[in-house]
């Protein structure tokens, strides 16, 4: 059995028609395909919109049923340094290729995790195994790429999928499985994926194992229960002038589902327009968020930044902000 | 031979001050081996901590074996010393103390020495004593278990003047009581200080001799006195840190857990804002090996936190160290296992196991689903662990 019953799995697109979206990239990267030739490739878009999709596609093109053999995947966010991602790309790179393809493809997922440093270093054996190896790279932000990896690659910018893009999948998915999702069902589902395909279906699989027909209701307990952070209740003890507290349950919540700072920092951004305050305070502590969520970038810990963040909204609360 | 080395106490009689240490070592030593097997004398220098262990060994007419922070201190070097040593008897005397000076000396360099302490504390069959000026330190808490404290206490401005006064009466150089007293304010409880301090003027005329009582030695300066000025008062306070054992860091991490304790509102936001501005300079450090920066993250956390408040506080205020750290080994043991399967199923999805450690609520309906775990290969603990989430 190879069937996973994983539904981002089951239902991953293994063909170029099979994808939804991204029409424009996947004619130019069938026709590179087609030559039996490709560049490096650098995949740059939102998350689950198709970049480790057509990159596993890219290479089952290819190589046909020997693309394992010739397909090393790796996560630079995972990868403990850039001299392990090293060493497993001279591992892999030292064999040979079949006979038709003079080259081997490695799939570096998330080379944005990469620092500066890294990708330098990257980048000098991207340029020793160029004769044996086509790298594929997908990151969120091609700007966190530095230039000269860059310009080593052909640069493919995935838009995040359309409502109607996203519907095609989940169509596929409920005929097959018999489901019976309703209209306003879906369209709960499309907003709390945000056109990230994998969550859209990791929301399905998620509220399908409680019953095969699925409202809107479902749809939204699920998603709302499985949200990592509940940020709001930080907040309101900010706002209560209960700094301790605040701090304490943050850094609870942050350890408990894993949750960076960055995550933290969007939740607490979307969450300032729910919240019982003046709208003028509103914007100044979307500032505040905003300046907060930049230092971060340049801190090195997080948590000091949320910390001056939190300690802004006790002033909010206070109305001195 | 210098001064201190010479008046060094050899009994406990001369030990001055220091009876109920004293007495402590004596029931640790009749004990022995019923209740701890090692002792920790600490307290500040100068003090009498390797007097008093040298004493034990001669009331008690014991062979001492001393090994200094100085020696090297791995593995293969205390398994060749002491190893043996603990359980052979003594050649001449009729037992031993094994002494081990200045613990606190045992440092990263010296791999495993604080481990290979503790299992030469479960093997012994001689007492040992071990000597330390901060025992709290979290790296001696395996050897803090086992042991038996006991503090010595800095001595009082009058036991050391008059001890003074005896060693110089002794050593034939007279000096007026006004200037021994000089030399004792400025030792601030180190009697070994003060004596060397004395061997220095020995030789020199009272006249001649500018004695500046505040210019203190080197004290370390606790983490609680400097926490304490820091948000009482209002200062520059450039060189606030320079005295302390703990590194900018670690300090910075004390000021985050205190700040809420002492500052509120508009000070509370000055003060995590300076904290924050500390962190950048800090990233920045980390980043680019741009060490000069250390001056701003200095600067920042130090006149930048003290100067958040308008005016100097008053009052008493219990500091915590902090927990972050520990609350965050402590949850990083008990999602182990949490991890160890995203990371799994990470593989299997083509996705990284920070997505998946983020989104694991929503993966675990699949998860619990029996082929899947087969497919994962997961072990009969994670399955359990898989099937006791909600």
Known sequence: ?321 | MSLSEKYRAKKYQNLVKQDKAIEEVKTFLNQFPKKKKALILYGPAGTGKTSLALAAATENDLEILELNSSDLRNRSKLEETLRPATQQKALFKKGKILLMDEVDGVTGTDIGGISELVKLINLTSFPIIMTCNDVWQSKLSPVRQKSKLVEMKPLDLGTIISLLMKISEKEGFIKSPHFLKKIAIKSQGDLRAAINDLESYSQISESGAEIDITEKRDVQTSIFNILRRLFKERQDFLDLFDNSELSLDQILLWIEENIPKEYKNEALVKAYHALGNADRFRGRIYKNQHWRFLVYQNAFQSAGISYAKDNPLEGFTKYERPKRILKIWLNNQKIAKKKTIAKKYARLVHCSTKRIMRDFKMITPMIKQESVQRKLRMSDEEVAYVNNLR
Not at chain 1, 10 to 15: A, D, L, Q, W
């Open chain 1, 1 to 321: 059995m190879n069937q996973t019953n994983i539904w981002t799995e089951k239902y991953r697109p293994v063909t170029f028609d099979e994808m939804v979206g991204q029409q424009e990239i996947l004619k130019r990267v069938k026709s590179l395909v087609q030559a039996l030739n490709i560049p490096h490739l650098l995949f740059a878009g939102p998350a689950g919109t198709g970049k480790s999709t057509l990159a596993l596609i890219v290479v089952k093109e290819l190589f046909g049923d020997k693309w394992k053999e010739n397909y090393l995947e790796l996560n630079a966010s995972d990868e403990r340094g850039i001299d392990v991602v090293r060493q497993k790309v001279k591992d892999f790179a030292r064999t040979k290729a079949i006979e038709n393809i003079p080259f081997k493809v490695i799939f570096l997922d998330e080379a944005d995790a990469l620092t500066k440093e890294a990708q330098q270093a990257l980048r000098r054996t991207m340029e020793n195994y160029t004769n044996t190896c086509r790298f594929i790279m997908s990151c969120n932000y091609s700007s966190r790429i530095i230039d000269p990896i860059q310009s080593r690659c052909v640069i493919f910018r995935f838009k995040l999928l359309e409502k109607k893009d996203i519907k095609k999948r989940i169509d596929v998915i409920t005929q097959n499985e018999n489901l019976n999702l309703v209209e306003e069902g879906f369209n709960a589902l499309y907003e709390s994926s945000e056109g990230d395909c994998r969550r859209a279906i990791n929301l399905l699989q998620a509220t399908a194992s409680i019953s095969p027909d699925i409202t809107q209701d479902m749809i939204t307990m699920v998603s709302a229960s499985a949200k990592p952070a509940d940020i709001k209740v930080v907040l309101d003890y900010s706002l209560a002038g209960d700094f301790i507290g605040a701090r304490d349950k943050l850094l609870d919540t942050m350890l408990k589902d894993s949750v960076s700072g960055t995550d933290i920092i969007k939740s607490i951004q979307k969450e300032i327009w729910n919240l019982q305050i003046e709208p003028s305070v509103k914007v100044r502590l979307t500032e505040k968020t905003g300046e907060a969520e930049f230092r971060m970038t340049e801190g090195s810990d997080e948590f000091v930044q949320l910390q001056a963040l939190l300690a802004s909204f006790v002033l909010a609360g206070r109305g001195e902000a």
